[in-house]
């Protein structure tokens, strides 16, 4: 294949996972309900090798892809927050998603221990992926 045609290739291929990648985030929107863990797991490597810390807003998925990041809403209260997903879970019957305590904190569901959430695939901001130490 000549050069030019192998640039042309690669762009519109890097392109089309661009668009198929807005697509994927546009279409995740769920409601279901959230729990929450705390320091019990602190230290714990996560699935993507970062260590828990119940202090940094984190979040667990059973498929969303690692270091995505979403949008939960406590659909009691209408309080948001933006997490990254850095594990797998939950791994109860019934519930969607795990959130660090600081992010259990930011909307307010500590004492509950579960809410029903809107979870949305949204872009992360800069610095909301915490750095794997390995």
């Not at 890097?14 to 929450?36: E, L, M, N, V």
């Not at 969303?64 to 990041?69: K, T």
Request: charged fraction near 20%; glycine fraction near 8%.
């Amino acid at each position: 294949m000549m050069p030019r045609l192998r640039c042309l290739f690669f762009l519109c291929g890097f392109t089309g996972f661009a668009i198929h990648q807005a697509r994927a985030q546009a279409a995740y929107d769920k409601i279901g309900q959230a729990s929450w863990y705390g320091v019990e797991e602190a230290g714990r490597r996560t699935s993507s090798g970062i260590p828990f810390d119940p202090s940094r807003l984190s979040a667990a998925h059973r498929s969303l892809p690692l270091g995505s990041c979403v949008r939960v809403t406590q659909l009691g209260n209408h309080k948001s927050v933006v997490v990254p997903v850095i594990d797998r879970g939950p791994f109860v019957r019934g519930r969607l998603l795990d959130l660090s305590q600081a992010a259990a904190e930011r909307l307010d569901m500590i004492k509950a221990g579960l809410a029903k959430v809107r979870i949305v695939l949204t872009s992360c901001t800069n610095g909301a992926l915490p750095k794997a130490t390995l």
